[in-house]
Each structure stands twice: as structure tokens, then as C-alpha cells.
């Protein structure tokens, strides 16, 4: 879907029905004549500055050539960076789906005015095309608008040849990302647990990874007591699928778990009606986690990198598990069950176990969404960040910048802990206070992770939205899988 175009506009041959140009309103970012004259035209037009945001469409320029020419502004070039490039894009994509284009075509900003070095401009309007151009319109007989069926960069070949690996390479991981939305946005009556681990073990076989998926039976014999009490309440068993990619002479073992309930009532504890709607989405740990498996092949990064994604159903009924309840973990400590709700800990606390015990991994990372309480520190944009690790802490909020899929580290207080003591048994899934929500569901995880490299990023915030964004329609956001992509090239 995505592809370069390289005839100039001063070629020709050059010919497009659609084009996207964007401008800046205090320099001049285009080095291609043609590009120029056209961005000329519009910042002729009174009113149009090329301030941030401002747009203007014009028709048959350069004697017919350009059929339809979108602009946008970028802001001052100051101000300029990747995103703003990737919001330009996506802005772009979504303009000409409604104009009902079958394609579009983006200029490329390559002048050196532009503060951006040249592969990632191509990255950052490939990421912002490609995701800006998915739709999810899997459950409506008339969508309003369809995807574009070709997305272009024009750029000179000499460009497009040394970028073309980077293309590829972008343009996998977005497929992880829209296929991360996808999953998220399902309704949960369409991925049962044991339904969602066909469709993540069917992804991870096509990428040629390697694949276990453990049933009720497997997960009993293993002794994943707390994930199976969490799965106790409902007629649909638990899974949890293993992907593995092991390149030859593989120098370190990466290890990412993922949270996959499938849908989450909060058990007994039976959360309100307000917003119950998307705990289907309560399985955006595991979309992502396998999302990124799923870019392994294209990527290949030097490292061994297994993905682990519980799949459960937090449900209630007369086998639910009960507050007060307590359960011996993985790990063989006990947990006193405080609260129903607080069951994401309690998956993950038996699959970092596992992790650690099967594959000794040099790093381990999961990503859940897991509290409220992220969320009302954090708001719906930035996943908060949990790790002991100082050096894995700031490779993470590096990546998150490098992507946009912003990180924020917050505290692992030890005095916290206390909050999480049981009078019964070793640990209570439930803290104390009603206060650091957040920081204490982290601590509960981290008495499982042992001497173990290990960060936990709660992705509650930013793992679904109500309302489109400049290159994310509303469900699923896909939040994660190019954090953890780019995380893995750059350990």
C-alpha cells in the first residue's frame, strides 16, 4: 500500500489526482521546484499563512498535472518535528478518503530549512499515512468513507532507493499497529478468550514465529492459580499463547507480556455501568504485544524476543471468585483476593513468573491496562511508566518520544508495600488506601519479577479513544506496538 512516487512535477510525465503539499509559514521546506511553484499558489491565496492547521484546496494546477493539491500548514519551522509531520499525513489521508480519492500523494519536505533529518521525515509521513488511512468498518453494511487504495511519498530516486528498506520496515510495524486496533475495537462477543488465541497464534504462524498456545488443562498442571481464578467465573476458559522469535545466535532474550482480558465485568466486584462498554478493550496489552510479534520477521532484530499474552474473561457467576479468597501464585507466594477487579495484577503476576522461570530473559517488559488510577494522573495520552531499572527506565521514555507513544515514569516507593500486606497470606491484590492507585498495582508486580531487568508500562490512558485524532479513528489505538518495535532495535 505504501510506495514511493519519484517523477518530479516539473517531469513530463508527472501526473496526480491527488495531491497533499505541506507548508511552513516562515521557511521555505521544499527543495523541488515544482513543489514550490505549487506551494507559492497557495500561500498567495489571502488568509492562508501556512500556520499550524490552516488548509486550502486548489484544483488543476501545473497545466492539469495535479488534479487536486491539499495544503496544509505546518506552523513555524522552529516548531517543526515528527509528529507534526505524522499529524500533516494522517490529516492528509483522512481529507482525501472524504473527498472520496482513490489515492493520494504526499510531497515530501527534503530542504534542509526543515529540522528533521531526512529518514525520519520519510518514516514520520509513512507512519502517519498508513495509520491515518485505517478505518475500522468491519461492523457497518454503508461506511461513510472507504481507505485510500494507494498512499505515496514523492521523493527524488535517489531517496526512494536508500529509504525503500526503511518503508518496508514502517510499513510493517503500522500493519502491527491497525492490527492491534482491530483487535481492541472487536466486540468482546467476537474474541473469546479461545477465539482471540487462534486469531494471535493464526498472526504470529503467517510472521513466522513459533507458537504454544497452553488450554485450561496445561494452565492447571502448570499451577497459573491466580490467572485461573480470575477465569473461574466464566463459561469461556483462559488461554495463553507463546510466539517466539529466535534468530540465529541470538545475543539476549527480550521477553514482552501482554494483559489480555477479553472482557472484564470486575467480577463480585462488579464495576458500574458507565464505561463498561469498553472493557473490551481491556485486552490492549495483549493486541499490542502480539501486534509487535507480528513485525518480527520484517524487522529482524538480533535478539530473541517471546511475546506472552494471557487471555482471560473476568466474568461473574455462582464459580466466580470470591473477595477473601486467597490463591497460591506461579511464583508460590499466596495472594489474599482484596478485590475482583484489581485482576490484572493477578494474570500477569502467574505470566511474569513463567517468563522468568522458562526463559530467564535479560529483559522483561509488560504492558497492561491496567488502572484507573494511571489514567487520572496521567490523562488518556501518556502510559505511565514503572521500572527499578534506570537504564531500561530511560531507553523506554526514549522510545516513546522517538514514537510518540509518550512514556511518563512514575515512583516504586518500598514503604508502598505495606499497603499491599495481607493479614492472611503473602501479598493482598488490593492496597490499603484508596491513594497511588497506580504505584501499588506496580508494586504488586514487581514481587514477581525477582532481580529481573523489568519495567511495566500501564497503557489504561491512551489504549482506546472516544473520538478520532489526526491519524487514529475512535476504538482500539494500537498504543504500544511501535514503542515496544522501536524498543527492541534500539536494546
Not at 490484572?344 to 488510577?373: E, V, W
Not at 505495606?418 to 492507585?437: F, H, I, P, T, V
Amino acid at each position: 500500500m505504501l510506495d514511493f512516487l519519484t517523477t518530479s512535477p516539473g517531469h513530463a510525465k508527472f501526473k496526480t489526482a491527488d495531491l497533499a503539499v505541506p507548508v511552513c509559514e516562515n521557511a521555505e521546506i521544499h527543495d523541488d521546484p515544482g513543489i514550490r511553484e505549487l506551494a507559492a499558489k497557495a500561500l498567495a491565496i489571502d488568509g492562508f499563512k501556512g500556520e499550524k492547521q490552516q488548509q486550502v484546496v486548489l484544483f488543476d494546477l501545473l497545466g492539469g498535472k495535479v488534479r487536486r493539491c491539499w495544503f496544509m500548514g505546518l506552523g513555524p519551522v522552529e516548531k517543526i518535528d515528527a509528529e507534526t509531520l505524522r499529524v500533516f499525513a494522517g490529516r492528509a489521508v483522512r481529507e482525501a478518503a472524504a473527498a472520496k480519492r482513490q489515492g493520494t500523494a504526499l510531497a515530501v519536505p527534503l530542504a534542509a530549512a526543515l529540522p528533521v533529518v531526512p529518514a525520519a521525515k520519510v518514516q514520520a509521513l509513512a507512519e502517519g499515512a498508513y495509520l491515518g488511512n485505517h478505518q475500522f468498518n468491519k461492523y457497518k453494511e454503508k461506511p461513510k468513507t472507504q481507505p485510500l487504495e494507494t498512499l505515496q511519498l514523492l521523493v527524488p530516486p535517489a531517496t526512494a532507493k536508500k529509504h525503500r528498506p526503511l518503508l518496508q520496515r514502517t510499513e510493517a510495524v503500522c500493519h502491527g499497529t491497525t492490527l492491534a486496533r482491530e483487535w481492541v475495537s472487536t466486540p468482546a462477543n467476537d474474541k473469546l478468550p479461545s477465539d482471540l488465541a487462534q486469531i494471535f497464534a493464526a498472526t504470529a504462524r503467517a510472521a513466522q514465529l513459533k507458537v504454544r498456545v497452553l488450554d485450561e488443562q496445561q494452565l492447571k498442571r502448570q499451577k497459573f492459580n491466580t490467572l485461573l481464578a480470575v477465569a473461574a467465573g466464566s463459561d469461556n476458559p483462559p488461554r495463553l499463547v507463546e510466539m517466539t522469535y529466535a534468530p540465529p545466535k541470538a545475543d539476549k532474550t527480550i521477553v514482552l507480556v501482554g494483559k489480555g482480558i477479553t472482557f472484564d465485568t470486575g467480577g463480585v466486584n462488579i464495576k458500574p455501568s458507565a464505561g463498561l462498554d469498553t472493557m473490551k478493550g481491556d485486552m490492549a496489552g495483549a493486541a499490542a504485544v502480539t501486534g509487535a510479534m507480528a513485525a518480527m520477521a520484517t524487522l529482524k532484530p538480533k535478539h530473541r524476543i517471546i511475546g506472552l499474552t494471557p487471555l482471560v474473561e473476568n466474568m461473574v457467576s455462582g464459580r466466580a471468585t470470591r473477595p477473601g479468597d486467597i490463591v497460591t501464585t506461579y511464583a508460590g507466594k499466596t495472594v489474599e483476593i482484596g478485590n475482583t477487579d484489581a485482576e490484572g495484577r493477578l494474570i500477569l503476576a502467574d505470566t511474569l513468573a513463567y517468563a522468568i522461570k522458562k526463559h530467564k530473559p535479560d529483559m522483561l517488559i509488560d504492558l497492561a491496562t491496567l488502572t484507573g488510577a494511571c489514567v487520572v494522573a496521567l490523562g488518556e495520552k501518556l502510559a505511565g511508566l514503572f521500572s527499578p531499572d534506570d537504564t531500561l527506565a530511560e531507553t523506554i521514555l526514549a522510545a516513546g518520544r522517538a514514537t510518540h507513544e509518550r512514556c511518563w515514569r512514575l515512583p516504586l516507593p518500598e514503604d508502598y508495600k505495606e499497603l499491599m500486606k495481607s493479614d492472611l497470606a503473602d501479598l493482598n491484590n488490593m492496597s490499603s488506601s484508596r491513594y497511588g492507585g497506580a504505584i501499588t498495582a506496580a508494586l504488586f508486580l514487581s514481587e514477581f519479577t525477582g532481580d529481573t531487568p523489568w519495567a511495566h508500562i500501564d497503557i489504561a490512558g491512551p489504549a482506546f479513544q472516544k473520538k478520532s485524532t489526526d491519524y487514529c479513528g475512535p476504538g482500539g489505538t494500537g498504543f504500544g506496538v511501535r514503542l515496544l518495535c522501536h524498543l527492541v532495535e534500539v536494546c
